[in-house]
């Protein structure tokens, strides 16, 4: 497999023989991205593991004249049973995609990019290649739906404002797998709490408290970088801790109540009930500070129990509650009913409805410096539980050098041993 740098930016797409391989104009931007209401969105899919088919199945679904024309992951066995399984969907009939258009390994995701039927490129890969998978789609001028989350690092996080900044001046979408920004009841509550609904926020609470998670055993003559990536959860240069993975959609709903990012963060987390190879914590409690003096209570785990996930705004006036695929709600501290909202099927589907209503319409949505902050709110905070100290917003975006990724990426690469991080020996980069 060829070497993978996240520091090489792919300037040979810019070149005059690559944009004529891509059917690109001269500008780099793909012949295919002209808006037109007609225009057929050829996806390519780049991460075929459930998320990855979810998204291409819900893609399908959400608008008229989409197609699935090629697909890519790091293992050839997922592609296939992707494919095998999209094809037993009400989206069989808009699977396109022959053997010529299956890629597999590291080069996976430049090839799907690449490919000259490809106008939209979903990334569904482990969270750590995300920041280098979009900077490739947007150089190659395509349309983009990102799953969350961004990045697992300050690094990856500068990276992709970087993309989405060259995306908007180029004409290109960015849409996010942040669904819930999608969802009825948050944008009704959060809207009404942008309103003055409950007065000033005070403080906020938080939880994506759940089960454990899915381990994959590591497989017979599988060398240390290929074991990862097919066990890749457990592994904080891929996946960026649970709180990245998982519970980052609890820190998007109350950025976007708060309005932004938190000022700094201060916490503790730790492992109980992990496999003895999983580098990653199960259970993290953090206190944020908002610029505006409120202040988040925020806990995410994955340990047997009671698991609770919902999300809690209060301010002056009452109190706001939201819970997933259920309900949100605004009540005054007289216990008045001030707003309750029933959530209305599909966000899944609705984000990629509104993201090709954008493309199509000539005005598309670059919505990932959002879903970024929201990352880096959620790395803040698991460098504040890993090291112990109190961690500066100012510091993770503007100068920490952290960067997780192999600089030179092969499957069959050693890697060192995983090492749960410990507060106190656990430094901060």
């Given at each position: 497999?060829?070497?993978?740098?996240?520091?090489?930016?792919?300037?040979?797409?810019t070149t005059a023989a690559t944009a004529a391989a891509l059917g690109l104009t001269a500008s780099g931007r793909a012949h295919s991205a002209r808006p037109g209401a007609d225009q057929e969105i050829r996806i390519g899919l780049v991460g075929c593991g459930g998320r990855g088919t979810g998204a291409a199945a819900q893609a399908i679904q959400s608008s008229e004249g989409v197609r699935l024309v090629a697909m890519g992951d790091v293992f050839a066995d997922k592609v296939t049973q992707a494919r095998d399984n999209l094809e037993k969907t009400d989206a069989a009939a808009a699977v396109q995609v022959d053997d010529r258009s299956c890629f597999a390994g590291l080069d996976a995701y430049r090839r799907v990019i690449?490919?000259?039927?490809?106008?939209h490129v979903i990334l569904a890969t482990p969270p750590g290649f995300r920041p280098q998978q979009l900077e490739a789609v947007v150089a190659a001028g395509k349309h983009c739906f990102m799953e969350k989350p961004a990045c697992v690092d300050p690094v990856g996080y500068r990276a992709v404002i970087a993309?989405?900044?060259r995306a908007r001046e180029q004409g290109t979408a960015i849409g996010t797998g942040t669904q819930f920004r999608r969802?009825?009841?948050y944008a009704d509550v959060i809207a009404a709490i942008h309103d003055g609904a409950i007065g000033d926020v005070l403080f906020a609470q938080a939880r994506y408290c759940s089960g454990g998670i899915w381990y994959r055993e590591r497989q017979e003559g599988m060398a240390d970088a290929e074991y990862q990536i097919h066990n890749w959860y457990h592994f904080v240069w891929l996946c960026g801790d649970q709180?990245?993975?998982?519970?980052?959609?609890?820190?998007?709903?109350?950025?976007?109540a708060m309005g932004g990012p938190p000022a700094r963060a201060y916490g503790s987390g730790g492992q109980r009930c992990r496999p003895a190879d999983s580098e990653i914590y199960d259970c993290t409690?953090?206190?944020?500070?908002?610029?505006?003096?409120?202040?988040?209570?925020?806990q995410c785990r994955q340990q047997p129990g009671k698991g609770q996930v919902w999300n809690?705004?209060?301010g002056v006036k009452g109190e706001a509650w939201i819970h997933p695929f259920s309900f949100g709600e605004i009540k005054s501290h007289g216990g008045e009913k001030v707003l309750k909202v029933r959530y209305r099927p599909n966000a899944y589907v609705d984000e990629h409805r509104d993201l090709i209503a954008s493309i199509r319409a000539g005005t598309p949505i670059v919505e990932a410096e959002e879903m970024a902050d929201s990352t880096l709110t959620a790395v803040l905070g698991r460098l504040a539980a890993y090291t112990g100290e109190e961690v500066e917003w100012d510091f993770v975006q503007r100068e920490s050098k952290l960067d997780l990724m192999p600089p030179e990426l092969r499957l069959d690469a050693a890697l060192p041993a995983p090492a749960v991080a410990v507060p106190g020996q656990t430094a901060l980069v």
């Amino acid at each position: 497999m060829p070497d993978v740098n996240r520091r090489e930016f792919l300037h040979t797409t810019t070149t005059a023989a690559t944009a004529a391989a891509l059917g690109l104009t001269a500008s780099g931007r793909a012949h295919s991205a002209r808006p037109g209401a007609d225009q057929e969105i050829r996806i390519g899919l780049v991460g075929c593991g459930g998320r990855g088919t979810g998204a291409a199945a819900q893609a399908i679904q959400s608008s008229e004249g989409v197609r699935l024309v090629a697909m890519g992951d790091v293992f050839a066995d997922k592609v296939t049973q992707a494919r095998d399984n999209l094809e037993k969907t009400d989206a069989a009939a808009a699977v396109q995609v022959d053997d010529r258009s299956c890629f597999a390994g590291l080069d996976a995701y430049r090839r799907v990019i690449e490919h000259a039927d490809v106008n939209h490129v979903i990334l569904a890969t482990p969270p750590g290649f995300r920041p280098q998978q979009l900077e490739a789609v947007v150089a190659a001028g395509k349309h983009c739906f990102m799953e969350k989350p961004a990045c697992v690092d300050p690094v990856g996080y500068r990276a992709v404002i970087a993309a989405a900044k060259r995306a908007r001046e180029q004409g290109t979408a960015i849409g996010t797998g942040t669904q819930f920004r999608r969802a009825n009841h948050y944008a009704d509550v959060i809207a009404a709490i942008h309103d003055g609904a409950i007065g000033d926020v005070l403080f906020a609470q938080a939880r994506y408290c759940s089960g454990g998670i899915w381990y994959r055993e590591r497989q017979e003559g599988m060398a240390d970088a290929e074991y990862q990536i097919h066990n890749w959860y457990h592994f904080v240069w891929l996946c960026g801790d649970q709180i990245v993975e998982q519970a980052v959609h609890n820190l998007d709903a109350i950025n976007w109540a708060m309005g932004g990012p938190p000022a700094r963060a201060y916490g503790s987390g730790g492992q109980r009930c992990r496999p003895a190879d999983s580098e990653i914590y199960d259970c993290t409690s953090l206190d944020y500070e908002y610029p505006n003096g409120a202040s988040l209570s925020f806990q995410c785990r994955q340990q047997p129990g009671k698991g609770q996930v919902w999300n809690r705004i209060v301010g002056v006036k009452g109190e706001a509650w939201i819970h997933p695929f259920s309900f949100g709600e605004i009540k005054s501290h007289g216990g008045e009913k001030v707003l309750k909202v029933r959530y209305r099927p599909n966000a899944y589907v609705d984000e990629h409805r509104d993201l090709i209503a954008s493309i199509r319409a000539g005005t598309p949505i670059v919505e990932a410096e959002e879903m970024a902050d929201s990352t880096l709110t959620a790395v803040l905070g698991r460098l504040a539980a890993y090291t112990g100290e109190e961690v500066e917003w100012d510091f993770v975006q503007r100068e920490s050098k952290l960067d997780l990724m192999p600089p030179e990426l092969r499957l069959d690469a050693a890697l060192p041993a995983p090492a749960v991080a410990v507060p106190g020996q656990t430094a901060l980069v």
